[in-house]
């Protein structure tokens, strides 16, 4: 068995914005600073946290500022549901929320009892961080 690495959502994040920052400020021809940073934030910083949480639910990387109890969890639980279950991630990667998926399994008459046991062990809407910006 081998050892899952210990990762920081916001050390990772760090090198992130730091790649944008210069590939937009040499796009400008200039060092555009905190503005990058910030659009970086307004444009980026959900759909990248989002995938990290996905990245830790599935066990796949051990992001250390998550809930420690939901590593894993898509590995333990759902082995009935997995077709489901790997439907709704899909939604979940594109951006969607409850509603959207909840609207979507309506749409397509997905029995709704199955798809809210998967977003209520989810739980994505307690499963924000904020961006955290150097002092």
């Known amino acids: 068995m081998s050892l899952i690495e210990r990762l920081s959502v916001y050390a990772d994040c760090e090198q992130e914005v730091q790649r944008y920052k210069w590939i937009e400020s040499e796009k400008a021809g200039h060092d555009l600073g905190e503005v990058a940073i910030r659009r970086w934030v307004k444009e980026h910083w959900w759909g990248y ?51 959207d998926i909840i609207l979507w399994a309506h749409a397509w008459n997905i029995p709704i009892d199955s798809v809210l046991s998967i977003l209520e062990a989810l739980d994505i809407n307690s499963r924000r961080l904020a961006y955290r910006f150097d002092a």
Do not use: C, P
């Open 49 to 99: 946290l989002r995938a990290r949480w996905l990245e830790h639910l599935q066990g796949r990387r051990f992001w250390v500022e998550l809930d420690r109890g939901d590593f894993g969890l898509l590995q333990r639980e759902f082995h009935d549901d997995s077709l489901l279950l790997d439907r709704i991630l899909d939604r979940l990667k594109d951006g969607q929320e409850n509603l």
